[in-house]
């Protein structure tokens, strides 16, 4: 099952409907801004406070054997843009984890959202990278063509099912799991 199935984008749906519905309910406003999509699933505020908001990108997960790998998807225009600006495509990664400033990671079959600032998805990005490194998907010192000329897409995987040094990611992370302090916060932190 991949993106040709549409069961990808329907997932995406649910997700994002998951994320929206449980940040309602820990009494945030959310919903996903008008426009063209640029990457950003949800703005997020706090009704009445202020006029300040978060910006979130939202990954559902439904696979019942690993519901809890996402990944960071970087779009074939974004590594060109790259390509064509820097000749590099080594940083796009980084660059596409802080485009927003939370990943809210949704995974269904464990009624569970995670959610990470960008600097803790960079921090899981950085520590997936030697399971993955040997994937063309995850391979960034390159770009990749495909046969219509354009330069293949690009994801960093985010996946919390790992342990690493015998320490579940689950439990490394575990301060993320259905904690939406580190979003009030952000919204209410006057210094930024």
Known sequence: MGYGDGRAKGTGRIGEAEA????????????????KDIGVDLEIWIDGKNSKKATAQVKGRRHEAEPLWFAATVTSRQLQNAWETTGSLRETWKERIL??????????????IWVLPASKAIELAIINEPFYQNRRDNQYDRPFIKANGKIESKQKELNLGL????????????????NFVSIREFLTDTNS
């Open 20 to 35: 929206r519905n449980a940040l309602i309910a820990a009494g945030f406003q959310a919903e996903k801004p008008p426009g």
């Open 99 to 112: 485009s927003v400033d939370f990943w809210l990671l949704v995974s269904v079959p464990r009624n569970e």
């Open 163 to 178: 342990t690493v040094e015998e320490q579940p990611l689950t439990q490394k992370f575990g301060a993320y799991l259905n």
